[in-house]
């Protein structure tokens, strides 16, 4: 949708338009040019590096992602991992019992959990053969209580970029609010969507730094959008969302470019090596081209290899009953030592 079609305010659930946002003691009180004495949260005094709540608004942290994703701050917000960011966007636009959401299956499972714990209706239109979306179809099944739809780029679990083109004609013409979860973005060569927030005004991109920064522990999700949009979000959502600790780690992190790209490109490498080393599997029948950190390979029989990885202490994932996923493995890329460890033990159990 263009800007002049699209109204925020027709989108928001009523209750959080007209909230009035809870207003935490360091929200309060920003500015200061002077050492001040803070008594006005309550806080134990004694100093231990984290004995004070930490920045609401994670503004030291913002300002280097804002700067590496060539965005402005007022178009972020940080989460408890992107699962808190979905979570927010759903309570934000969906009204419990009459709104629902679209889903391309096979694609990342919480969508569809955040839809059943916000009692909102979740209406599938599968992915293609090739794993690209349905336009049509998706439109056809879409109706004015549609407010969100899911698009998973580069898919989990089928590890393919979604085409330019079909993503763009779902942005120009589905009445709601379009969420592109980039969390594999860095394993590919394609351009984020983050640089088209400012053209479509329905456009929200989510990130993590589960995945390709290697942080899924300390829970650090990112959420790209209009202004107008991030507002909404920052009304709602909880003041300390992002802890102290977890900014620390991140900020360290997102300062050391050098080594997440090393890392990402050894990554890509391992999954080059492991593509072709599953091709001389017997029972491997087809290898889904990735642009993740995974391969979705289809196998003779899913559930024996799964049972006989296991036996010999390798855990994968079992994707077989997803749609268009029967008899299909899906294998994180390791380290050089795991990828070969994997590569053996298949080689094994093949004989
Ligand atoms: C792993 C993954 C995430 C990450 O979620 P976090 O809560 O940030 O750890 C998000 N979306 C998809 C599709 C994923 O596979």
Not at 26 to 37: A, G, L, P, W
Not at 163 to 169: G, L, N
Not at 282 to 302: G, T, W
Not at 317 to 336: A, D, I, Y
Request: glycine share 4%; proline share 4%; with cysteine.
């Amino acid at each position: 949708m263009n800007k002049t079609q699209f109204s925020i305010k027709q989108l928001v659930r009523k209750n959080i338009q007209y909230l009035k946002p809870y207003s935490s003691a360091r929200d309060e009180f920003t500015d200061f040019d002077q050492d001040m004495v803070f008594l006005d949260a309550n806080e134990n005094p004694y100093e231990n590096g984290v004995n004070r709540y930490p920045d609401p608004q994670q503004k030291s942290l913002k300002k280097i992602i804002a700067n590496q994703r060539k965005v402005s701050e007022t178009n972020l917000l940080l989460g408890n991992g992107s699962d808190e960011v979905l979570d927010l966007i759903f309570r934000a636009f969906c009204e419990p019992g009459i709104d629902n959401i679209i889903t391309l299956p096979p694609t990342y499972g919480m969508y569809k959990v955040l839809a059943e714990i916000n009692n909102i209706e979740e209406q599938q239109v599968w992915l293609e053969e090739g794993f690209q979306p349905d336009v049509e179809a998706i439109l056809a099944t879409a109706n004015s209580d549609s407010k969100l739809l899911f698009i998973c780029s580069p898919n989990n679990p089928s590890g393919n970029l979604i085409e330019q083109k079909r993503i763009e004609e779902l942005l120009e013409r589905f009445r709601g609010l379009v969420i592109i979860d980039e969390a594999y973005i860095d394993f590919t060569d394609r351009e984020s969507w983050v640089g088209s927030i400012d053209r479509y005004p329905n456009l929200i991109v989510t990130q993590t730094l589960s995945k390709a920064y290697g942080l899924a522990g300390i829970r650090l999700g990112i959420c790209y959008a209009s202004e107008e949009i991030i507002d909404i979000l920052n009304k709602i959502k909880p003041p300390y969302n992002v802890n102290e600790l977890t900014q620390q780690r991140a900020l360290q992190r997102v300062s050391n470019e050098d080594q997440i790209l090393a890392e990402i490109s050894a990554i890509i490498e391992g999954r080059t090596l492991l593509e072709e080393a599953l091709s001389n599997i017997s029972f491997v029948e087809k290898i889904f081209k990735s642009d993740a950190n995974f391969i979705l390979v289809r196998v003779d029989d899913a559930n024996k290899r799964y049972d006989q990885l296991i036996k010999e202490g390798i855990v994968v994932r079992n994707r077989s009953t997803q749609p268009l996923c029967k008899n299909t493995l899906r294998f994180t890329v390791g380290t050089k030592e795991e990828n070969e460890k994997l590569i053996e033990v298949l080689t094994l159990i093949s004989n």
